[in-house]
């Protein structure tokens, strides 16, 4: 089993640590909409994973459904987080209430075309990975830019109504969220479109953008009103988070140049080990300013 899974699970460990940190604060819609976006990028990446290590087709073509249908949850509780944060301006706007029924039928219908046999995952290719795609893959595509597209203008719209510190935090959470979708599209839904699978592995990293915004913006904005007293969890979590992030690159770089797990193993431990306590001395020193 490739090296780079483990530490892909690493990340994902973080990315749920971070929305069970998040929730444990004083419940609010929008901690638990964007706790449900961290959770089902969590999930998106598992199944990504999963996906490289599947023996045989049945379960590759499984593992593909799961990864389409975990997008669309990411798309839908994105969208209802963009609507609900920051909450004094979200009291301010008018909801239509037709939106929900519209969105969760798309949504539902979107996902029966998913996971019907031969719509969207014909078939897959083991080795190299590839999945075969049907028709359903643009209805899939369409709902997934359509959602993301309006939800960025959310939190654009947002940001030029708001002021101070609350419109710090819609800069960081904007930019986090805009450079994850972005790298994440392009390596796992853009390129496929096009016939490429070359540079599916770099989708799922492509969260830690999201994470480390999300994580600045706690230790120096406050998002969600989460204190700068639980400041020391976020440095560790950001430590640990860039020395995933390091661990990750040295092994997707050392397979492509076919060095072995062992070494790959041996040299992310010294990396951990060097980086470790300057990291933690850095984020720490940067959140007590």
């Not at 990864?67 to 920051?86: E, Q, T, V």
């Not at 080795?127 to 203008?153: C, E, Q, R, T």
Request: aromatic share 22%; net charge positive; proline share 3%.
């Amino acid at each position: 089993m490739n090296f780079s899974f483990f530490l892909l699970l690493f990340i994902i460990a973080i990315a749920l640590f971070l929305a069970f940190f998040i929730l444990l604060r004083k419940a609010s819609i929008a901690r638990t909409w964007f706790a449900t976006v961290i959770v089902s990028v969590s999930f998106w990446s598992f199944t990504n994973a999963m996906c490289f290590i599947a023996t045989d087709i049945k379960s590759g073509i499984f593992w593909s459904q799961l990864s389409y249908i975990s997008a669309l949850l990411i798309a839908f509780s994105f969208f209802y987080f963009s609507l609900n944060f920051p909450e004094n301006i979200t009291s301010k706007v008018k909801r239509n209430p037709y939106l929900d029924y519209t969105l969760i039928s798309l949504f539902l219908f979107t996902s029966v075309i998913i996971v019907f046999p031969g719509i969207t995952v014909k078939t897959v290719l083991l080795d190299p990975w590839k999945i075969i795609n049907g028709v359903g893959l643009y209805f899939f595509a369409a709902y997934f830019f359509f959602l993301m597209s309006w939800s960025l203008y959310n939190l654009g719209k947002k940001y030029f109504i708001s002021e101070g510190n609350e419109r710090m935090q819609l800069k960081y959470l904007f930019l986090g969220c805009f450079f994850s979708i972005a790298f994440g599209a392009t390596f796992n839904l853009i390129l496929p479109l096009l016939g490429n699978y070359d540079f599916v592995w770099f989708g799922p990293p492509s969260t830690i953008l999201m994470i480390g915004f999300v994580s600045y913006s706690i230790l120096r904005h406050r998002l969600m009103d989460i204190t700068v007293a639980t400041g020391k969890v976020v440095t560790y979590l950001l430590t640990f988070l860039t020395i995933g992030f390091f661990g990750y690159a040295v092994s997707v770089l050392s397979s492509t140049f076919n060095i072995s797990q062992s070494y790959q193993v041996i040299s992310s431990a010294v990396l951990a080990g060097i980086l470790f306590k300057p990291l933690f001395v850095a984020y720490e020193n940067f959140s007590s300013r």
